[in-house]
């Protein structure tokens, strides 16, 4: 079947510091990859995305790569900020239909200055 | 184009008690979903809707789950005799087509129901 594993939370970094947030699927297919992020109390916002192997899809600084091989999406950012902190979600749409997503679990990330 | 719209933004509300949420799609938007996303987890779909037409049913959603989209435009989920275990954010997206699947949902901020 479909499903997203990430990374166990909660991350704490500090301003200016690397972030990684790790990723990995299982799909029957070839699936459609993206990042979504929700701030404190709202809903799920579109980070970034990509739909084939080898995309690397970009946005606000965040980076993720579609690598079929490992199976992996791994979110990444050079520099965060305050305001990236957030709880952010790995997803897959499904391969079959598209007519559903399979979201991870959920990162939290807290950047203190 | 607002995006999507979801009322109330908080329920509370006694088990036992129906309750029903209202979801406003973007306009041209014919594609609209329900998920349910509970404390410290990821969404999980309930059901889609292409216009008017509910195509697909989690298994999620029980029979005291009912969704609609009468015009093919705003969407209702009603729950019937609530129980505890409702208590969760639900939440509405929509897309055009089966582009959702390629460039994303577009989420509205939800709809977060206490049941008491």
């Known amino acids: 079947g479909n499903s997203v594993t990430q990374m166990e939370g909660p991350v704490t970094l500090s301003e200016e510091a690397f972030l990684t947030i790790n990723c990995t699927y299982t799909a029957t297919g070839y699936p459609s990859l993206f990042w979504y992020v929700q701030y404190p109390g709202e809903g799920l916002q579109l980070l970034l995305k990509?739909?084939?192997?080898?995309d690397k899809g970009s946005n606000k600084g965040f980076e993720a790569t579609y690598r079929k091989e490992t199976t992996s999406f791994h979110l990444e950012k050079g520099s965060v900020q305050v305001s990236d902190s957030a709880v952010y979600f790995c997803?897959?749409?499904?391969?079959?239909?598209?007519?559903?997503?399979?979201f991870g679990t959920g990162t939290s990330l807290t950047v203190i200055p | 184009d607002t995006g999507v719209s979801q009322d109330p933004r908080h329920k509370i509300t006694k088990r036992g008690q129906n309750v029903t949420f209202r979801c406003d799609p973007i306009s041209e938007h014919n594609r609209l979903y329900w998920y349910r996303q509970t404390l410290g987890q990821g969404p999980e779909f309930l059901t889609y809707f292409q216009n008017e037409a509910q195509l697909e049913k989690s298994r999620l959603l029980s029979d005291r789950f009912s969704a609609e989209r009468p015009k093919g435009s705003f969407s209702t989920l009603e729950i019937q005799r609530t129980e505890q275990g409702d208590s969760a954010m639900y939440l509405c997206?929509?897309?055009?087509?089966?582009?959702?699947?390629?460039?994303?949902?577009?989420f509205g901020s939800g709809t977060r129901l206490t049941v008491v």
């Open positions: 997206a929509s897309s055009l087509g089966g582009q959702g699947s390629n460039y994303g949902y577009t």
């Open positions: 990509a739909t084939k192997a080898d």
């Open positions: 997803a897959l749409s499904d391969p079959n239909t598209g007519n559903q997503f399979y």
